[in-house]
């Protein structure tokens, strides 16, 4: 089974604060997504990678960044958190071959409050 | 723009069957899915859909028509365990996956 797995279940941070947000998959995908979502919305794409090193803008990289040193991690990192970046963010992967090669296996979940 | 339209909410009895809609407007298709989230857990996959018709997976099938931007995903025999919320995502043209904003479907016993 693919795992996926997320640094952190509920994070409290404040105003101005650098976030790290890290995930690692267990699967040797070649592609991995970082999302945010919040209530009444589908989910928002933030950043996604497909290798190592590489990063492409998802539809909302403002206020964001990525680090891909590795295949099987990916880190998402707020430069400075803002209230507005309260949300649930969830990792996936992407590239087996079970369920196709574009089926998105996702970790359990961050959701981070910004004081 | 890209739009993917499902109902809010609905609500089905436990051991009925429920169907779940999904209309999209994209800039091009290349598949469909649908996950499960059950609350505060992550989605997990339920089924894709590329072609047009009927896919069965026990339980749960899910349709397709490419034609009209339409598919749907059937429930049967409802158990209070699929008390969650369904999403459905489409693959545009530029292999992107597109997320509605979720149907969450209460059952009742």
């Known amino acids: 089974d693919v795992k996926v797995t997320q640094s952190s279940r509920y994070l409290v941070k404040r105003t101005g604060e650098k976030v790290f947000l890290e995930c690692v998959q267990d699967?040797?995908?070649?592609?991995m997504f970082w999302y945010r979502q919040d209530p009444g919305l589908g989910l928002r794409l933030i950043y996604f990678?497909?290798?190592?090193?590489?990063?492409e803008k998802g539809d909302i990289p403002e206020g964001y960044s990525v680090s891909r040193e590795k295949k099987e991690r990916f880190s998402l990192i707020l430069e400075s958190a803002s209230t507005n970046q309260t949300s649930m963010y969830l990792c996936?992967?992407?590239?087996?071959?079970?369920?196709?090669?574009?089926?998105?296996?996702f970790g359990p979940g961050t959701r981070l409050t910004v004081l | 723009g890209q739009n993917i339209d499902q109902p809010t909410e609905m609500t089905a009895t436990e051991g009925a069957i429920v169907q779940i809609n999904c209309t999209y407007q994209?800039?091009?298709?290349?598949?469909l899915f649908w996950y499960q989230q059950h609350a505060g857990e992550a989605p997990t996959f339920l089924s894709y859909?590329?072609l047009d018709g009927l896919e069965e997976k026990g339980r749960f099938s899910s349709f397709l028509s490419r034609s009209k931007g339409y598919s749907y995903l059937l429930l049967k025999e409802l158990q209070m365990k699929d008390s969650a919320s369904y999403l459905c995502a489409v693959k545009d043209s530029n292999y992107q996956l597109i997320w509605g904003a979720g149907t969450k479907l209460i059952i009742k016993p």
């Open positions: 859909n590329v």
């Open positions: 994209t800039s091009g298709f290349n598949g």
């Open positions: 990678s497909y290798d190592v090193k590489m990063k």
């Open positions: 699967m040797d995908h070649e592609n």
């Open positions: 996936a992967s992407s590239g087996g071959t079970g369920d196709g090669p574009d089926t998105q296996y």
